[in-house]
């Protein structure tokens, strides 16, 4: 799974050395492009700072990574690229202990992960201010979220769609009361397990999913089988997905919010920040921009063009006008 959700007695029984040891923080690469400001980093406000981005090593993330790289060099700042860390915990670890400075991280990651509740905050912005007061005392301060949020949903083809006319995990329910063959879903088997997965959801919608009616999967064939329609209607899909856009496939809303809320958001060490407190300004109109839609496109251009992550960060920060190219 992309978010890694590790009880708390899991995460405490970590120590900080072991996670160091194993996420990649001894090694990492200078960020050299030539760019320049544009709506921000202008007066080079970072620079003869020497700062280190990190991120987890999924697309999403390593692309999250790229940006936060590209726009601090572009506000004058030094920057070291340490991206791409396996697992959660890893670079958690590196924004705290001070061994990197910041990454773009999810509240409900943070929430349930790291800081060991049982229950999501069903206001995204309450979830948020609920991540950023707990994390004060462990040396971290979250700045504002964005609107991207990486959560789970079901998606269907557009045959289907147009065929049943659902748009909401309650229209779902609804069509399982109804027709419980046609409401039939992929799933990976920790989904189909979960009290806040497929059990969860089929509770707190009302649906009727017989057993005779989930196919359990690896994450990517779902995709493909949604597509295509024929062994399930609905899949579980993360929301930012590139494959959404790719395999034009719909979203069912999540009506109720029921899924815990994974919005993005910088995640900086506290030191740093008061050290260089120009980073919040730099980051405030980016994360401004980041949402849903700007996510599938990216994600796609990397999962399914095949191009590459810091390449894709640098074009999308070039064509909003954040930077420019030396």
């Known amino acids: 799974m992309r978010r890694t ?46 700062l280190t ?13 790229q940006i936060l790289g590209l ?4 506000a004058g700042a030094n920057v070291l690229d340490r991206t791409g860390i396996q697992g959660s915990i890893g670079g958690r670890e590196a924004v705290r202990s001070g061994d990197a400075d910041v990454m773009y991280e999810y509240t409900g990651t943070a929430w349930i992960t790291y800081l060991g ?25 979250w700045l504002p979220p964005a609107e991207l949020n990486n959560t789970y949903a079901l998606a269907m ?33 920790e989904f189909a397990s979960r009290d806040d997965g497929l059990n969860g959801m089929k509770k707190a919608y009302g649906m009727n999913i017989p057993a005779s009616g989930v196919s359990k999967m690896d994450g990517g064939i779902i995709y493909t089988e949604v597509s295509k329609g024929s062994s399930c209607t609905y899949g579980e899909v993360f ?33 740093a920040l008061k050290k260089y407190p120009a980073m919040a300004a730099v980051l405030e109109p980016i994360t401004k921009k980041l949402n849903n839609t ?17 390449a894709v960060a640098k074009d999308w920060m070039v064509k909003e006008g ?5």
């Open 5 to 50: 959700r590790m009880g708390s007695a899991v995460v405490a029984a970590l120590g900080a050395g072991v996670l160091l040891a194993g996420c990649g923080l001894t090694s990492g690469s200078p960020l050299v492009d030539d760019v320049q400001p544009g709506t921000i980093g202008k007066g080079l406000p970072l620079k003869g700072a020497d």
């Open 53 to 65: 981005v990190t991120s987890k090593e999924f697309t999403e993330q390593l692309v999250l990574g």
């Open 71 to 74: 726009a601090f060099k572009a």
């Open 117 to 141: 509740n049982d229950k999501p905050i069903a206001d995204p912005r309450q979830q948020w201010e609920a991540v950023r007061d707990a994390d004060a005392k462990n040396g971290i301060t």
């Open 157 to 189: 083809n557009q045959a289907n769609a147009k065929k049943y006319g659902t748009k909401t995990l309650s229209d779902v329910a609804a069509l399982s009361q109804k027709d419980p063959s046609a409401a039939t879903v992929c799933v990976e088997s």
């Open 239 to 271: 929301t930012t997905d590139g494959r959404i856009k790719a395999m034009n496939l719909s979203v069912m809303a999540d009506d109720q919010h029921f899924f815990p809320n994974y919005n993005v958001a910088p995640e900086i060490n506290t030191k």
């Open 294 to 310: 700007m996510a599938r496109e990216l994600n796609a251009k990397v999962d399914v063009d095949g191009e590459d992550p810091h």
């Open 322 to 326: 954040f930077i420019k190219e030396g």
